[in-house]
């Protein structure tokens, strides 16, 4: 490995001022910068370097992740109205989210003025 602690904080930096979600900065640590693992490396994770430089991404990943699949189901009910297998794969979609964030709520990472509005309801 050529890249030290300094550096290695520098470029994940970099990469999120890019726009990179902080599972993107590790492979792409690992696949150009030759990089296998953050934390041996500086003691932390992706997430803890990118919250101490003041780059961490609003949302957790995990969350912001659920969140683009129920927007991603609830577009394919757009074109398909009567697709109710799908309904109900959105309304286990957003139990998760509401579990996750009640779970970041209670934690401190997300405000607790956040809401996921639901769309199950409006559908039926």
């Not at 990118?50 to 009910?77: C, F, N, S, T, W």
């Amino acid at each position: 490995m050529t890249y030290g602690a300094d550096e290695t904080k520098a470029a994940i930096l970099k990469l999120a001022k890019d726009g990179l979600t902080p599972g993107q900065i590790g492979m792409v640590l690992r696949d150009d910068y030759g990089v296998p693992l953050v934390k041996p490396l500086l003691g932390k994770s992706v997430t803890e370097v990118l919250v101490e430089g003041k780059a961490a991404p609003p949302l957790p990943q995990d969350l912001r992740d659920l969140i683009d699949r129920a927007e991603r189901i609830k577009r394919h009910l757009a074109e398909h109205k009567g697709d109710r297998k799908n309904v109900h794969s959105l309304e286990l979609v957003e139990a998760k989210i509401y579990r996750l964030s009640k779970y970041y709520k209670d934690r401190g990472l997300l405000p607790k003025s956040f809401k996921y509005t639901t769309v199950v309801a409006q559908l039926a």
